[in-house]
């Protein structure tokens, strides 16, 4: 495991997990203890990013194949882009927070076409940054279901509870399958958001110098 004084920190579960709250309070952690902290979300809010959402809203229709590479566009984008890219955010010393990396893409795009496929037409992503930790806050779907119902207006393209068991099995698949590459740190989510924040913070604490 690597000892680094600022990480690229990916936050992994399905909808409702409470990745966004997770970001929230790891930065808020992370800021006290004197980190420069960029935490950032995929899909984006630039050009790319902005168009899968109008599909995932579905006020625009595209096949699952034409998402699958405007996930990878857009993530080359947020990595490699000379203004707010990671690469650059990583080099001037900011510990980096991203909710939703390509573990996301093998989960939900893996749900709809073979995953192997989405690994590799990820393999730019992988080759230029690899995440220090993969954090995977594992909810059940029957819990982020009723989260989500509870607090949003507007249930998205792949939010049914179905789906959510499925994406859920393929996270686990990609992690079986990646295990020798990546580094999970799988979190039990279905508590309290301090008790998950407690655990993500010392994983992360002990990764740094
Ligand atoms: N551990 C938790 N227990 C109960 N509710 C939670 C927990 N974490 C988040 N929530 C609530 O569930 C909803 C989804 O959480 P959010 O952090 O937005 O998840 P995600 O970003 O993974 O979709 C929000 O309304 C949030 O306040
Ligand atoms: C990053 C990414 C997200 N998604 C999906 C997962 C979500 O349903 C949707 C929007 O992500 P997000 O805004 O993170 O939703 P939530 O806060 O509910 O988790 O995009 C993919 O299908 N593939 C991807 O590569």
């Known amino acids: 495991m690597k000892h680094r004084n600022n990480l690229f920190i990916a936050l992994e579960g399905i909808d409702g997990s409470g990745k966004s709250t997770q970001t929230k309070l790891l930065t808020e952690q992370l800021t006290n203890q004197g980190h420069k902290v960029y935490s950032t979300f995929e899909p984006t809010n630039n050009q790319i990013g902005k168009l899968i959402r109008d599909i995932l809203k579905g006020n625009t229709k595209a096949d699952y194949r034409i998402i699958a590479g405007l996930f990878v566009a857009d ?20 510990t980096v927070i991203m909710d939703r990396y390509y573990f996301s893409s093998y989960a939900y795009q893996g749900a709809h076409m073979d995953i192997d496929w989405v690994i590799q037409a990820n393999a730019m992503s ?84």
Do not use: C
């Open 75 to 94: 993530r080359l984008d947020h990595l490699l882009n000379e203004e707010y890219g990671i690469v650059k955010k990583l080099a001037e010393g900011y």
């Open 126 to 209: 992988a080759s230029i940054l690899r995440p220090d930790v993969n954090i995977f806050i594992d909810v059940a779907p029957e819990i982020s279901m009723q989260r989500l119902h509870a607090n949003r207006d507007t249930i998205e393209l792949f939010e049914t509870l179905d789906n959510l068991k499925l994406v859920r099995s393929k996270y686990m698949e990609a992690f079986e399958k990646l295990k020798g590459d990546e580094y999970i740190y799988s979190v039990d989510g279905n508590r309290t958001p301090e008790l998950i924040a407690g655990d993500i913070w010392q994983k992360v604490a002990s990764m740094l110098t």
